[in-house]
């Protein structure tokens, strides 16, 4: 299995900033892309941005040139640097990876448990 596990998450003041990150651990084969998603109250999840392994990003409209995701593939670590933050930012935040367990060696998604931002003044 592959667990993911998020930190960073909090309360900022409007057009303040903060930095999630995410870290793969366990039974790892490969890392493909990974990505941040977010779900505010009574909205469905949505896509943030995504992160391919060679390092091709895809952002949502609503944060292009706000936010920026990387990654460190030699810490199987993936960041989301958010700034101007707004409150429509508000939500929870998961992070997702496409991964191959070396178990068994299917491919699949996996998420974290997510963690909580909170835009307001």
């Known amino acids: 299995q592959v667990q993911l596990v998020e930190s960073g998450g909090g309360l900022v003041q409007p057009g303040g900033s903060l930095r999630l990150s995410c870290a793969a651990s366990?039974?790892?084969?490969?890392?493909?892309?990974m990505g941040w998603y977010r779900q505010a109250p009574g909205k469905q999840r949505e896509l943030v941005a995504d992160i391919s392994s060679g390092g091709t990003t895809d952002y949502a409209d609503s944060v292009k040139g706000r936010f920026t995701i990387s990654r460190d593939n030699a810490k199987n670590t993936v960041y989301l640097q958010m700034n101007s933050l707004k409150p429509d930012d508000t939500a929870v935040y998961y992070c997702n990876a496409d991964a191959i367990d070396s178990g068994s060696y299917r491919r699949r998604d996996y998420w974290g448990q997510g963690t909580q931002v909170t835009v307001s003044s």
């Open positions: 366990g039974s790892i084969f490969r890392l493909n892309a």
